[in-house]
């Protein structure tokens, strides 16, 4: 009986570590509103989750570089990073570029990818992508 308990023991133990290093896997996200992707991340962040990167994540998923720490992202061969400005609704329901939120988006991106976005003119209303080698320079494989 003695052998069962500590088998039964140590599975529960290797499982909960497992649940406790969880990796949290970035498909194919598109973005959203701001706010609910700095609350999801921080508390990746906190609870000590990595994510990996194994599609596109794109406008606020991106955020996920400004609150996780570098070394737990791994970026796939398949990761795509879009990158745009910051907008919102003005009057009328018309959108326009929110410069304040552009500016906190871009300053808390790691330097790295702050130098790869100043190289390409800064973050516009036009989408830019970062991808292959120069993402690869800055994360980690999978």
């Known amino acids: 009986m003695k052998l069962i308990t500590?088998?039964?023991?140590?599975?529960?133990?290797l499982l909960g570590l497992s649940e406790?290093?969880?990796t949290v896997r970035i498909t194919?996200?598109?973005?959203?509103?701001?706010?609910?992707?700095?609350?999801?991340?921080?508390?990746?962040?906190?609870?000590?989750?990595?994510?990996?990167?194994?599609?596109?994540?794109?406008?606020?998923c991106t955020i996920?570089?400004?609150?996780v720490p570098p070394d737990r992202i791994c970026v796939t061969s398949r990761?795509?990073?879009g990158f745009h400005a910051a907008w919102n609704f003005g009057p009328g329901g018309r959108t326009?570029?929110?410069?304040?939120?552009?500016?906190?988006?871009?300053?808390?991106?790691p330097d790295p990818?702050?130098?790869?976005?100043?190289?390409?003119?800064?973050l516009k209303r036009k989408l830019i992508f970062l991808r292959g080698n120069p993402l690869h320079a800055m994360y980690r494989s999978c």
């Open 6 to 13: 500590r088998w039964l023991l140590a599975v529960s133990l």
């Open 20 to 22: 406790a290093n969880a």
């Open 28 to 60: 194919h996200d598109r973005g959203g509103q701001i706010g609910p992707y700095v609350e999801k991340y921080q508390q990746l962040a906190s609870a000590g989750e990595s994510v990996m990167i194994d599609g596109l994540c794109a406008s606020a």
């Open 64 to 67: 996920v570089l400004s609150e």
């Open 79 to 81: 990761a795509t990073l």
């Open 96 to 109: 326009f570029t929110d410069r304040e939120a552009t500016l906190m988006l871009y300053s808390g991106y």
């Open 113 to 122: 990818v702050r130098r790869w976005i100043a190289s390409r003119g800064g």
